[in-house]
């Protein structure tokens, strides 16, 4: 129904074209037309021909433009969409994931591994004595700390692992299809690369450390759980004089 | 005769025309800066085709077009027109997405236009 209208309303608007050729047809039925007044006839349709010609020229014109404009609005808002999601999901300072991103992902992961029954090892890792890095340095060194560990995350772990600022100075990291071993293993490399980083670039006197706890046990009810679990890891790593990784 | 080929870009289609087997495809999106430039070298290959071959089998599996590249593509269709009231086998099959609307209603539109076996054929 819809359809014919839409067909119908196009009518509408070439209207006096329409007519045009009503007309000529009018005059052609005629017998006792003369040949004067057919040329007169066929110059007028020859007029109106290159008249209608200039004018679809003109509508191809406007339709191409408007079609790329909005290809263009388009792509505009698919970008920002993209950004948008992009940043929903990522920690604005240290460019990593943010909690709410891993603890969506963990979760998923975690059902994943204990339905499949998978390996899986979370690491959670916090940076020794922040808050006096923070007063004694400046803010700015803080931020330029939590950065720099960032990288060393990054740079540190497989492609596979997920990193992600989990608070203030915390960092979680989920290795999936990782024994306890081998995440032992790559948890002491970002510790060694912590320790070992040329820290007096950003400060002469600046030295960090990180502890780490770590937990491969699936066996939780639910992925908080094994969090937690490593979360009192880090503790004991706390307790026992920082700068370690306990399991 | 050879075949035509023309890899697709983010702005012009993709054109696999089999001088062999009379299997011509057209598809993706056409929004070429110049339609004309574009879609000259078809017609030349498609009127040079008719003038050796007797049936054709043409799909467009198009995703979008601007007004420009419909006029083209009306072009191309009228070449088969032709051939098909010259008594050559041609068929034309308009793909479609399921759920585009817009280029099934196209497809009829062109469809009502002409003169020769056209299939308006929706895909999910």
């Not at chain 1, 020794?128 to 340095?137: A, V």
């Not at chain 2, 290959?45 to 799909?59: M, T």
Request: net charge negative; aromatic share 10%.
């Amino acid at each position: 129904m819809q359809e014919r209208s839409k067909a119908r309303d196009i009518e509408e608007i070439f209207k006096a074209e329409l007519e045009i050729s009503k007309h000529t047809e009018a005059v052609l039925a005629n017998e006792d037309i003369s040949k004067e007044q057919l040329f007169e006839e066929y110059q007028r349709l020859a007029d109106e021909y290159r008249h209608l010609l200039r004018q679809a020229m003109k509508i191809t014109r406007i339709g191409d433009s408007t079609q790329e404009k909005l290809l263009r609005t388009q792509e505009e808002l698919s970008a920002a969409n993209e950004k948008l999601e992009r940043q929903a999901k990522t920690d604005g300072l240290t460019g990593l994931y943010n909690r709410r991103y891993l603890d969506k992902t963990l979760e998923s992961i975690f059902d994943d591994a204990r339905r499949h029954n998978k390996a899986l090892a979370v690491a959670i890792s916090d940076i020794d004595f922040f808050k006096k890095i923070n007063d004694r340095f400046s803010h700015q060194v803080g931020d330029e700390v939590l950065k720099a560990v960032a990288k060393i995350f990054q740079s540190s772990v497989r492609a596979k692992d997920i990193v992600a600022r989990y608070g203030g100075e915390e960092f979680v990291c989920v290795f999936p299809e990782t024994t306890l071993d081998e995440a032992r293993a790559l948890a002491e490399q970002v510790r060694h690369n912590v320790e070992h980083y040329n820290w007096r670039e950003i400060h002469p006197e600046l030295k960090v450390t990180l502890s780490i706890g770590l937990c491969a046990d699936i066996n939780y009810p639910n992925h908080e759980k094994m969090l937690s679990a490593a979360d009192e890891k880090l503790y004991e790593a706390k307790h026992n004089g920082r700068n370690q990784v306990r399991c | 005769m050879k075949n035509l080929v023309i890899a697709g870009t983010k702005t012009t289609p993709s054109v696999m025309f089999d001088a062999e087997t009379g299997k011509l495809e057209i598809s993706g999106q056409s929004y070429p800066e110049s339609a004309l430039e574009f879609y000259q070298p078809i017609m030349d290959w498609l009127n040079e085709y008719f003038k050796l071959r007797q049936q054709a089998s043409l799909s467009f599996r198009l995703q979008y077009f601007n007004t420009s590249s419909s006029k083209c593509i009306l072009n191309i269709l009228r070449v088969f027109e032709k051939a098909y009231s010259e008594g050559k086998k041609v068929e034309v099959n308009w793909y479609h997405n399921e759920a585009d609307e817009q280029m099934q209603e196209t497809g009829e539109e062109f469809a009502e236009h002409l003169t020769l076996p056209f299939k308006v054929i929706s895909y999910k």
